[in-house]
Nanobody
């Protein structure tokens, strides 16, 4: 049974920073990518950043240069360092893991991922 547990969300002022963590447990050896998604009220869930098993990263245009995704394989933990936060970054942030077969949909595409965490709220005030 795979479990993903996010932490690190909170409330910050515009320009501030937060670091999200996602602890993975269970059968994780077949993960080929992990990612961070976010969903604001009334909006679709969107891909923010992803990292594959080779360490290659992908970012949404809206966060490039401000967010950094990384992972510690020894700890089975995924991170998202978020700097220069803006009010439009306010959303519930979800960790996701992709396992087994890759269908070429892209690592920032929701359909690529099999497992999801419960989310952690990030609120940025102006």
């Amino acid at each position: 049974q795979v479990q993903l547990v996010e932490s690190g969300g909170g409330s910050v002022q515009s320009g501030g920073s937060l670091r999200l963590s996602c602890a993975a447990s269970g059968y994780t050896s077949n993960f080929y990518a992990m990612g961070w998604f976010r969903q604001a009220p009334g909006k679709e869930r969107e891909g923010v950043a992803a990292i594959d098993s080779y360490g290659s990263t992908s970012y949404a245009d809206s966060v490039k240069g401000r967010f950094t995704i990384s992972q510690d394989n020894a700890k089975n933990t995924l991170y998202l360092q978020m700097n220069s936060l803006k009010p439009e970054d306010t959303a519930m942030y979800y960790c996701a893991a992709a396992a087994d077969k890759y269908y070429g949909l892209g690592y920032l595409t929701r359909a690529t991922y099999n497992y999801w965490g419960q989310g952690t709220q990030v609120t940025v005030s102006s």
